[in-house]
């Protein structure tokens, strides 16, 4: 089996300001007004699946229950209900984590997919507990948008950590 293009690459590490970095602008990005567009994914979900999959020794369930609950505030919803599905969400990414990281970005976007759909579910489920309506079938199409941006999403989080080609023809190695 030949190895994949990102297995062959040596990353530099990450730094831990660009994942603070990546995770407010993700956050920036769930609350921009845009409505309730179904094609929409949730960037925060998302962004703390990749960095739990690649780092989850530095983001891991407290970084997701942080921002579980400015995202309950910022969306004024039930005080909690993001908070338990990220905490369970990074749970599940961490420990996925290295299965995860040996398949291709294609594989990797059908391991995603029902993490990002469980997070939803627990969204929903907590919801509809509090007495919330059903948001329709359509709810459910931001997990299937979000597992579909994973190559891109990969790309532009891994962009700054890639080394740069420097090739010395006196030694082959």
Known sequence: ??????????????????????????TLANLVPLGRLPLLPDWVALTLTFWCIREPLRVSMGTAFVLGLIMDIADASIMGQHALAYVLLAFTAGQLSRRILWFPLFEQALHVFPMLLGTQLIMLIVRLIAGAEFPGLSWFIGSLVGAALWHPVTYLLLLPQYQPVERDDNRPI
């Open 1 to 26: 089996m030949q190895p994949t293009h990102s297995s062959r690459r040596i990353l530099l590490p990450v730094k831990g300001w660009f994942i603070l970095l990546t995770l407010v602008g993700a």
